[in-house]
């Protein structure tokens, strides 16, 4: 088909190339015809009046060979003076080819004749009509004859192609017709050795063998590829393991569905300080961090034949351990305690990572399971430091289990707030101007009854999960009160971190008024950090919550900035005291315009509005350069100060 194509153009570019050489010969031609004409014309007009002599006779007779307009189309007479005697004009209306010719040589021009005595002067132009009409008919006979000429070879090429391809298609198609017949699954020339085939094209076995070959490949290929991408996209791109998609892949294949009989032991892995050290120390830090864990992780449970671990997000890890018994997987627990807790040490951490153990069999639920699985995890938490805690089926009342774990959270922030047992630290933030205030944020870390410090992200969240957060700001605002005036840190100035739910809460925020009434000169020293994404929950509970504080004397920084979309409209209402930006913002500034450019828009807007911005996560001496460069007034992170004991 595309030899025919081919074969098409090339036929009418030939058909062109003669119509416009066959154009140019005739019109070469009738340039000539129509100068010869006017030669013979001004040489008969000459000689006619050569030895006449102007009188009347002479006009008349003029006038009346003139009149039918064949042979001049203009004629003008004149007199010895140049005085114009009379004019014969017959216009013609030359064929559309010739009129173009005719505007591009401009054949037919005026001439002129004189007799000898000089009284006769005459002006013509040559009717070239009947020239013209020979030229046009020239011009089709030489259109038609070469379109004939191009046309001729096309149809014949066509009907031999035509030809060619149903010979072709019903030899290939009875070839292949017989090959699915006798659903052969070897090459061609087995199956052609059946009578019939060996008179259809035996010739195109190599070629289909070829083609199939290709076909074969490229299917291949593309089965590779598609394995390829599905791999990266079950793949986890910071430690590199299967992510939840392959985890749920894996289970409902090998264990939910499976035909065999099978069971064995899942444990998830939570790592309970990446919150942490993800807002302290910089997402880098954090990622360094889940990577840690997961060779941790990947060196115990490779001891296990058949092991499988994936990444469920960003802190949960899920390892499979087929036909290990949960008798068994408790050394597994213990194993991963002891090299978390060795971790732990190494890396100055609070704590590493809790383990929650179930068992599974064939047939059981995904969700269900993970169910299960998350309440053992939540068991673990509410122990001590890279605590593990296995959930047996006998644990369980009526296959319930959700209220095990929370119940013994709830027993265990009773325990802590009764007991009062919290530990606070400190880290400054540095101020990067003579005139800017800042102050040092006091942190708290919470501990067991045997003194071991429970995971704080946790913790907090279990206390914001069952109700318990009022109760928790209100022991941290306490302790450190207490702390400044045992200490006599009242000339400081320290940071409280306040959850969203108590800033809400109408008795919590009439019960820190009193509270920092009693205090009004530690009060004023005093600022509360509340997000941003809790700030704009309940905008109207936060205006009474940050003029309350304004009120006794104290101040209010936005912490966490840039997560949510909030307008600037809205800090001119609340009208904040200070803005903390996310960590997020400043990891890896050095290199990111964009986050460069948007710090750089947040500090000039603050700054019209009487905010002053801090930056958190600072890790390096580059990233501090660019923040005092973005005119920012304060920078907290590791690299400035570590947390340390009020």
């Not at 003139?66 to 042979?71: E, I, Q």
């Not at 194993?335 to 809790?354: K, M």
């Not at 644990?395 to 606070?424: C, M, P």
């Amino acid at each position: 088909m595309a030899g025919f194509k081919k074969l098409i153009f090339i036929q009418i570019i030939s058909w062109l190339l003669c119509v416009a050489a066959g154009s140019y010969f005739i019109s070469v031609s009738f340039d000539n015809a129509v100068s010869e004409a006017q030669k013979n014309a001004q040489a008969s007009v000459t000689n006619y009046i050569n030895d006449l002599s102007f009188d009347d006779n002479l006009v008349q007779n003029l006038k009346k060979s003139l009149a039918d307009g064949k042979t001049f189309s203009s004629f003008t007479l004149r007199d010895y003076q140049g005085a114009e005697v009379f004019k014969v004009n017959s216009p013609i209306d030359l064929p559309l080819f010739a009129d173009f010719i005719q505007s591009i040589f401009n054949s037919a021009r005026p001439q002129f004749a004189v007799n000898k005595a000089a009284d006769i002067k005459v002006e013509f132009t040559v009717n070239i009509q009947h020239l013209a009409e020979q030229l046009q008919i020239s011009l089709f006979i030489i259109i038609f004859i070469s379109a004939v000429l191009v046309i001729i070879p096309i149809i014949l090429m066509q009907s031999i192609f035509n030809h060619l391809n149903k010979s072709i298609s019903m030899t290939v198609s009875d070839v292949i017709d017989v090959y699915i017949n006798q659903n052969q699954a070897g090459e061609l020339e087995t199956v052609l050795d059946s009578s019939k085939l060996k008179s259809l094209g035996k010739d195109l076995v190599p070629s289909f063998n070829r083609l199939s070959h290709f076909l074969k490949t490229k299917n291949e290929y593309i089965q590779s590829e598609a394995l390829n991408i599905k791999h990266e996209a079950y793949k986890d791109v910071i430690t590199a393991l299967g992510n939840r998609n392959m985890f749920v892949e894996y289970y409902e294949k090998n264990i939910e569905n499976n035909e065999q009989s099978t069971f064995g032991s899942l444990a998830m892995i939570r790592c309970s300080e990446l919150q942490a050290i993800n807002q302290s120390r910089g997402y880098q830090k954090g990622d360094e961090y889940v990577k840690g864990v997961a060779d941790i992780i990947k060196h115990i449970s490779g001891t296990y034949a058949g092991s499988q671990l994936f990444r469920l997000n960003s802190s949960d890890f899920a390892v499979v351990l087929p036909h290990i018994p949960l008798k068994e997987a408790e050394r597994f627990g213990e194993n991963l305690q002891s090299r978390f807790t060795q971790y732990q040490q190494n890396q100055e951490l609070s704590s590493v990572a809790n383990t929650g153990i179930v068992g599974y069999e064939k047939g059981k639920p995904l969700g269900e399971l993970l169910s299960v699985v998350d309440n053992a995890m939540s068991m673990a938490q509410s122990k001590q430091i890279n605590a593990w805690h296995v959930q047996r089926e006998s644990d369980l009342v009526n296959n319930v289990s959700a209220g095990f774990g929370n119940q013994n959270w709830r027993k265990v922030i009773n325990e802590v707030i009764e007991s009062k047992r919290v530990h606070l630290v400190m880290q400054n933030i540095m101020p990067l101007g003579k005139s800017i205030k800042a102050y040092a944020e006091i942190q708290v870390r919470f501990k067991t009854e045997d003194n071991q410090v429970l995971p704080t992200a946790s913790f907090l969240a279990m206390a914001e999960k069952l109700g318990m957060a009022v109760d928790i700001d209100k022991l941290i605002i306490d302790s450190s009160l207490e702390k400044v005036k045992s200490r006599n840190l009242s000339e400081k100035y320290f940071g409280l971190n306040v959850t969203a739910s108590s800033a809400h809460n109408d008795q919590f925020v009439i019960w820190l008024e009193r509270r920092l009434l009693k205090d009004t000169h530690i009060a004023s020293k005093l600022i509360f950090e509340v997000s941003e994404f809790g700030l704009q929950q309940n905008i109207k509970a936060s205006k009474r919550f940050i003029d309350m504080v304004h009120r006794v004397g104290a101040r209010v920084t936005v912490e966490r900035f840039g997560v949510g979309l909030t307008s600037f409209k809205f800090f001119r209402d609340l009208k904040p005291d200070f803005i903390k930006m996310d960590a997020s913002y400043t990891r890896g500034l050095e290199d990111d315009k964009n986050n460069q450019y948007f710090m750089r828009l947040m500090v000039d807007l603050a700054h019209r509005i009487g905010v002053n911005v801090f930056a958190e996560g600072v890790e390096s001496q580059e990233e501090k350069h660019i923040i005092e460069t973005l005119c920012l007034d304060g920078v907290q992170g590791y690299y400035i100060e570590k947390p340390k004991d009020i």
